[in-house]
């Protein structure tokens, strides 16, 4: 806040309703009367004493000033600039700038019905004129992402959560390793929604740490079935692992590592069975996120970097945190084949991940020409439309029947 200091004697003005307003006040010293209207119809709304801020209302949404202001005894104010408003409420949350404006509004309207008697003219003049600081367009998205987070709430309870799955497959030889565990919301009200759309309200919230352990739990009772066929079906075969996408303010939960070790003892699967999806976002976080991924490898969960290539100072990551894995991002292997520096880029990440004993794992395969490249460049495991979209766990093991039947070699 600016140290500006300014003093007023007893009965001064500060400013007058119906203004424009430049800037708030901070009371230091001394008390300050809040009223409407003049003369005899003059109507004291509060007044109030030091640490209160006032003339912050025409300052956040650009209205005149909603009421007069006066020192009452010897007052020393200290003036709050607009910019150093704007720029807080700006750098927030848009649902808590919605909020703001929704509580001025009913502010000026309670104003209204106080003055009502004196100046009902001037008053429904200051509320028409107070504008929303944001579009009628962003209120509504904002009013949106209320609802959905309203609405996830509930969908947890309603149990209108799915997971779909997606083969991993070995590369070199067509089998299937894994699966990736990707969530989706069957809504009511909207339909199939895809994780990009609500996930990210989840991660704001703490939503994402319940939503988080269901896809656990969910995810890990699925691998146990998928792993009794795969035996059945390959008397000898390594046993599958399971992909599943972890954000950062889960790992921030305390609960988080005795959730994991209950559930994968009571599915009887192993710790390196599975496979716990980070991006390197995560990693920025600090360093709390840091040694609790720490701690789940310790424990013998395999970590797998995720989206690798699309943030910054992956390499330095790399060095500086074990992971178990790496991810390829699907934008690469989208233009490997029309770019030649990308296709120099992807080469170069595999070669690399090799060097240093971690397997690649290359996302977004879509054709047999892409799964070729990546076989070249002996890149460890793969996944894409090409071998199977995200599938119900239903769909997942016929595939894993089918894809016994038939070797996956599409390529050829
Ligand atoms: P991701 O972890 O990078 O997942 C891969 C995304 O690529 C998935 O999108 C998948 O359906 C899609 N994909 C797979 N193969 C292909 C392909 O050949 N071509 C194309 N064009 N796309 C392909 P999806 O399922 O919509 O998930 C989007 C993102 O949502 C995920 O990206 C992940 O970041 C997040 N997500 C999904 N499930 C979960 C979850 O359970 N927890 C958390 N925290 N995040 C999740
Ligand atoms: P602003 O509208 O900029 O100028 C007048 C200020 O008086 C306003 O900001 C608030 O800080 C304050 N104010 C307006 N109405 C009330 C009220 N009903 N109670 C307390 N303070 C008010
Ligand atoms: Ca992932
Ligand atoms: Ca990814």
């Not at 004697?9 to 230091?28: N, V």
């Not at 007044?47 to 009421?67: C, K, N, Q, W, Y």
């Not at 945190?321 to 690469?332: G, P």
Request: charged share 25%; hydrophobic share 40%.
């Amino acid at each position: 806040m600016s140290s500006q200091a300014r003093n007023f004697s007893h009965g001064e003005k500060i400013f007058t309703e119906g203004e424009a307003g430049s800037c708030a006040y901070l009371i230091e010293k001394g008390h300050i009367e809040i009223f409407i209207g003049h003369g005899d119809s003059e109507v004291v709304l509060t007044t109030l004493g030091p640490g209160e801020v006032f003339g912050e209302m025409s300052v956040i949404d650009g209205s005149p000033r909603s009421a007069s202001a006066r020192a009452h005894g010897q007052s020393e104010l200290v003036v709050i600039s607009a910019e150093t408003i704007s720029e807080r409420i700006d750098s927030s949350d848009p649902i808590v700038g919605l909020l703001i404006s929704t509580m001025l509004r009913r502010m000026r309207r309670s104003n209204q019905s106080v003055g009502g008697q004196v100046n009902v003219e001037e008053q429904s003049k200051l509320l028409l004129q107070s504008k929303s600081k944001i579009s009628p367009e962003a209120e509504e998205s904002v009013r949106d992402k209320m609802r959905m987070e309203s609405e996830l709430k509930q969908a947890l309870v309603n149990g209108e959560f799915i997971l779909h799955y997606q083969p991993i497959m070995d590369v070199q030889k067509g089998s299937v390793s894994g699966f990736e565990a990707l969530i989706r919301w069957q809504s009511p009200q909207r339909g199939l929604v895809r994780p990009d759309i609500f996930m990210s309200i989840a991660e704001e919230t703490s939503l994402i740490v319940p939503i988080g352990k269901w896809v656990i739990e969910e995810s890990i009772s699925a691998l146990k079935e998928l792993n009794k066929l795969h035996r059945s079906l390959h008397k000898d075969a390594e046993d599958l692992f399971m992909s599943i996408n972890i954000s950062g303010r889960q790992f921030h939960d305390q609960g988080f590592h005795s959730h994991l070790q209950k559930v994968i003892e009571s599915a009887e699967v192993e710790t390196s069975q599975i496979k716990l999806e980070v991006t390197e976002r995560i990693f920025m976080e600090g360093p709390a996120v840091v040694q609790s991924i720490r701690k789940c490898r310790d424990m013998g969960f395999h970590v797998a970097l995720d989206d690798f290539g699309t943030g910054y100072s992956s390499l330095s990551y790399l060095a500086q945190f074990q992971v178990d894995s790496l991810k390829v991002d699907q934008s690469f292997v989208r233009t490997m084949l029309e770019d030649d520096k990308t296709y120099v880029i992807t080469n170069s990440i595999i070669m690399m991940a090799n060097g240093l004993g971690i397997p690649v794992i290359a996302e977004g395969i879509e054709s047999g020409k892409e799964h070729q490249t990546l076989r070249s460049m002996d890149c460890r495991f793969g996944q894409g439309y090409l071998f199977s979209r995200p599938v119900p766990l239903k769909d997942a093991l016929d595939f894993l029947v089918s894809s016994t039947a038939q070797r996956i070699d599409l390529a050829m």
